[in-house]
């Protein structure tokens, strides 16, 4: 039983990992007032990007920084148009996330041949599991022994950068003058500019990091997760991380701790398949799968706490000129 | 100067033309990037979509589904409302499209069987719509992201239901029985074969007819009606349709069913009237290409009779042109439409500020 939870939890975190990534990258990007549906296209062009750098380089470190290049450029295609050109938020993410959606497909057969996929990444090409020191001595040692070795080593680096950007998130948007302003500009953009500051260029730098994580969470899907790029492989987790940002109410640790709760969902339903329950009986595993997406519609409706998000999300900022 | 007015054709015309042509245009670029002619592609996916009577057929048969979701993304638009859940208005509209086909087929003729199906659709696509709709105009939950999830709830229960309750016994996939004949909407080149008229063997059937009936319904409505002038109110200014007594809750919630029952049309031609069994995944990105069929459209029925058979061209021709470039595949065409909805959605203020000083700078002189 305490094995069978240990394994449950150490899929919970890999399963995690990318919405942990993905909805930090939102919350900079919504938390300067830029609401970011795109999530979806991102991850997606990262991970497509960082599985076909991988395949011709032989290396999932390059790999990862074509995810981060081609989820940046996304994000800065996304800046372009709701910064600078004051278009609609979720009209240019629809945007972003259909033109990748096709994109990948169409770019991955004409380089690789292979009906939109990447070749299949072994060694140096992906990210391997890390060991943590002494993991195997202590693996008999009871209870503390297998959290040690199954649930906290043995997750290739990704996981570990994701689990450490909850706090450095924390700490840059609540502890840094970047992150006070950034956090202005989401509520009330027009005391920033009265301070002298551009709202442009913080909202900028907002969607930059959030290209940045994107990037990260693509290149784990292909190139950690799995060994290669599939057509659509992102699989809706980005919008399962917008669900995360808003459940956890755009701040890092609740978001934390609303991924790993989806993740845990989602790890459990895969254990659940054809499994008889006591009492309840067999579980329909869409029902579990489904939990996510009810629950985020609860909280949103004020059934369950409520969330409020940043005051100036999805609106454009006009200078006034005399 | 402040009497210049921009003329009305390039607001309406010119710049969602030049908006598209700049779409078309970043295509071209993506041909060029695989190494492929754009103009020769071009040929191939024209000569698909419209060449022979067949593709014809086929692309009003796309431009159907693409209608329905079209007019869905629209009436929302025009209220001020972004419905992003057509994806799943549709599916669960096919699911009351299908259920009414299951239990009807062998007892009723095709005549009563296709006006109810058509309102068992609308009413489960509505429904569907209608608590996302609800909370929004009650509990303030902002319906882009609840209609977001109800699309993932919806493929979900669809999985569950076709699984384990409609799914035909000893089949492997989860496909109902095939319906009876009595609940196949007639192909429109069945129809049209006595009087003469070949049209190939495209299932283009009779939804298409439907379809065209809806952009009337809804031009009546939004344009003619005490209840269209609301919700354009509404759409335009919200605060001065509160100050003029309008409902803004009422609107929001009615013009979402509406909405929602326009998406769920999509089941009537998918389900009633090509595949003649209910499935998964039958509605393939029709609701999230309808945003750019309304988007082009300008909101307009006419518009989005064009944009529907542009786009319904772009599918059609894209399978053809996958068939004589093997290099290219079908989802090419996933990536035209994502431009669209950039240069004529995300972009669209880009040169508009540009092309109107133009204008204004002619007026002037």
């Known amino acids: 039983m305490f094995e069978t939870l240990i394994l449950i939890l150490d899929a919970t975190l890999r399963v995690s990992t990318p919405l942990i990534l993905a909805a930090l990258a939102g919350l900079f990007s919504e938390r300067s007032g830029i609401v970011d549906i795109g999530l979806e296209g991102k991850l997606l062009g990262g991970a497509f990007a960082a599985a076909a750098a991988a ?23 996304h800046g372009f148009a709701c910064i600078t050109h004051r278009g609609d938020h979720i009209v240019s993410g629809v945007a972003i996330n259909t033109i990748v959606a096709g994109l990948t497909v169409t770019l991955g057969l004409d380089w690789f041949s292979q009906g939109g996929q990447t070749p299949a990444l072994t060694g140096a090409a992906r990210f391997t599991p890390i060991t943590l020191p002494f993991a195997d001595q202590v ?53 920033v500019d009265t301070a002298g500051i551009s709202v442009a260029w913080v909202r900028y730098r907002a969607v930059i990091l959030c290209g940045v994580l994107c990037g990260i969470a693509g290149a784990y899907l292909s190139t950690a997760h799995n060994a290669g790029f599939l057509k659509d492989m992102s699989a809706g987790k980005g919008y399962m991380a917008l669900a995360a940002l808003i459940f956890g109410k755009w701040r890092p640790v609740p978001v934390l701790l609303a991924c790993l709760l989806f993740g845990f969902l989602d790890a459990v339903a895969v254990r659940l398949q054809g499994v008889s329950l006591p ?35 999805g609106k454009p900022y006009v200078k006034e000129r005399a | 100067m402040s009497q210049a007015k921009v003329p009305v054709w390039v607001n309406v015309g010119l710049i969602p033309l030049f908006n598209i042509m700049l779409a078309l245009l970043a295509s071209a670029l993506v041909f060029l990037a695989i190494g492929e002619n754009p103009i020769e592609a071009a040929g191939y996916l024209l000569y698909g979509a419209f060449g022979y009577d067949e593709g014809i057929g086929y692309t009003l048969y796309y431009a159907t589904n693409l209608i329905f ?40 003729p095709l005549l009563l069987i296709a006006p ?19 909370l929004q105009a009650r509990r303030g939950s902002h319906i882009v992201i609840t209609t977001i999830m109800f699309n993932f709830i919806a493929s979900s229960l669809m999985v569950y239901l076709m699984v384990n309750w409609l799914k035909q016994e000893g089949l492997m996939s989860p496909i109902s029985r095939t319906f009876e004949e009595s609940a196949w909407l007639p192909y429109l ?26 952009c009337v319904f809804y031009w009546a409505l939004v344009w003619h009606t005490r209840w269209g002038y609301q919700l354009r109110t509404v759409g335009t200014n919200p605060t001065a349709a509160q100050y003029a007594g309008i409902d803004n809750a009422k609107v929001t919630i009615w013009v979402m069913l509406i909405s929602g029952a326009l998406a769920g049309l999509v089941g009537v031609n998918e389900i009633m009237g090509v595949n003649h069994s209910l499935l998964l995944n039958f509605t393939a990105g029709y609701g999230f290409a309808g945003i750019a069929v309304a988007l082009m459209g300008r909101n307009h029925p006419v518009g989005i009779i064009l944009a529907a058979m542009l786009f319904g061209a772009l599918y059609q021709g894209g399978g053809e042109l996958a068939f004589e470039i093997p290099t290219i595949t079908p989802e090419i065409v996933v990536v035209i439409q ?12 880009m040169f508009k500020g540009k092309i109107e000083a133009f204008f204004l700078r002619r007026a002037a002189a």
């Not at chain 1, 489904?290 to 706490?305: N, Q, R």
């Not at chain 2, 109810?116 to 609800?134: D, K």
């Not at chain 2, 950039?342 to 203020?349: K, Q, R």
Request: net charge negative; charged share 10%; glycine share 12%.
């Open chain 2, 116 to 134: 109810l199906a058509i309102i068992g659709g609308a009413l489960f696509g509505a429904a569907w719509a209608y608590i996302p709709a609800y």
């Open chain 1, 279 to 313: 009492v309840i009986g067999e579980v329909p595993v869409q029902a579990i799968e489904v939990l996510p997406y009810v629950l985020t519609v609860l909280l949103l409706a004020g059934f369950i706490g409520k969330a409020v998000g940043p005051k100036a999300i």
């Open chain 2, 189 to 214: 080149h069945d129809l049209l074969a006595p009087l003469g008229i070949d049209m190939g063997d495209s299932p283009l059937n009779l939804a298409f007819i439907l379809a065209l009936l809806c």
């Open chain 1, 139 to 191: 693996a008999e040692v009871p209870v503390l022994g297998l959290i040690y070795s199954e649930l906290l080593s043995g997750h290739n680096i990704l996981v570990y950068v994701a689990f450490l950007m909850v706090p450095l998130t924390y700490w840059v948007v609540f502890k840094t003058r970047f992150g006070l302003r950034l956090r202005a500009v989401g509520e009330n953009p027009h005391a």
């Open chain 1, 55 to 77: 395949a011709v380089f032989g290396s999932a470190w390059i790999g990862l920084l074509f995810a981060i290049a081609a989820s940046v450029s996304l994000a800065l295609i």
């Open chain 2, 338 to 349: 994502g431009l669209v909805i950039l240069f004529s959605g995300a972009l669209e203020n």
């Open chain 2, 69 to 108: 979701t079209g007019l869905a993304v629209s009436v929302a638009f025009k209220a001020g409302l972004f419905n992003i859940g057509g994806e799943g208005q549709a599916y669960i509209g096919g699911l009351g499209v299908g259920l009414v086909c299951l239990w009807f087929d062998s007892s009723l």
